[in-house]
């Protein structure tokens, strides 16, 4: 059984466009997080909710936008697409307090063309 | 400004010898020190942690030490198996802002058989 799922896995689109990952967990967490992780594979998080509620919005493009429709989900949407967007997009989830003992999906590799 | 800094990119060491990893750190305001791995096309997995409070933590093949005064952190693996060939994070947890995790670049281990 997955315990955190992305979609997609590979994702290939041209700039401008919109387009969206989304993320599952099955652990019964209360907290998710969405990494970026950049070609110089540095792993910075941008977001993370506890509970559907946003608790960390790092300085990212608003073009980046979190959405939880409830404490298993964590989708990212991203509109008008730039070519500095490609990266690998990690989804993650960690019981409420215990922030560190995160759990990560396999990612989606974003490609802006 | 790099947080936590892992100085070697990558570590090359034969099977059954000792692999050593090194982090440093700069904000003292880190409570938890962990250790993720990552394998290829995978997200990274939670392997070890250790509290501030503490200066040494181990598990099975794995041991973390912590020298507080030098801000620096290591994972051990006694002995090395080619299965642990991978890319190894360090991670700080940071009690002082949102308790977000901040990340290391990663060390790729490579163990040969």
């Known amino acids: 059984d997955t315990a955190v799922s992305q979609t997609p896995k590979y994702l290939v689109t041209q700039m401008g466009n919109d387009k969206s990952i989304k993320c599952e967990q099955n652990l019964g967490h209360d907290t998710m997080y969405w990494y970026k992780q950049d070609s110089k594979k540095f792993l910075k998080i941008m977001f993370s909710?506890?509970?559907?509620?946003?608790?960390i919005n790092e300085t990212v493009p608003n073009r980046f936008s979190p959405k939880s429709p409830d404490k298993a989900h964590l989708n990212l949407h991203i509109n008008s697409l730039e070519l500095g967007d490609s990266a690998v997009y990690f989804c993650a989830s960690s019981k409420a307090g215990a922030s560190y003992e995160q759990y990560f999906g396999p990612g989606t590799r974003l490609t802006v063309t | 400004d790099q947080q936590v800094k892992q100085n070697s990119p990558s570590l090359s060491v034969q099977e059954g010898r000792i692999s050593i990893l090194n982090c440093d750190y700069t904000n003292s305001m880190f409570d938890y020190f962990l250790w993720y791995k990552k394998y290829p096309a995978e997200g990274p997995t939670f392997l070890i942690s250790i509290s501030s409070i503490k200066d040494k933590n181990e598990d099975g093949r794995f041991t973390v030490f912590l020298n507080k005064s030098a801000k620096h952190l290591s994972l051990h693996i006694v002995p090395s198996q080619p299965g642990d060939s991978a890319v190894y994070f360090c991670?700080?947890?940071?009690?002082?802002?949102?308790?977000?995790?901040?990340w290391g670049l990663g060390t790729s281990l490579a163990v040969n058989p």
């Open positions: 991670a700080a947890n940071n009690a002082g802002n949102n308790r977000k995790l901040i």
């Open positions: 909710y506890n509970n559907k509620e946003l608790i």
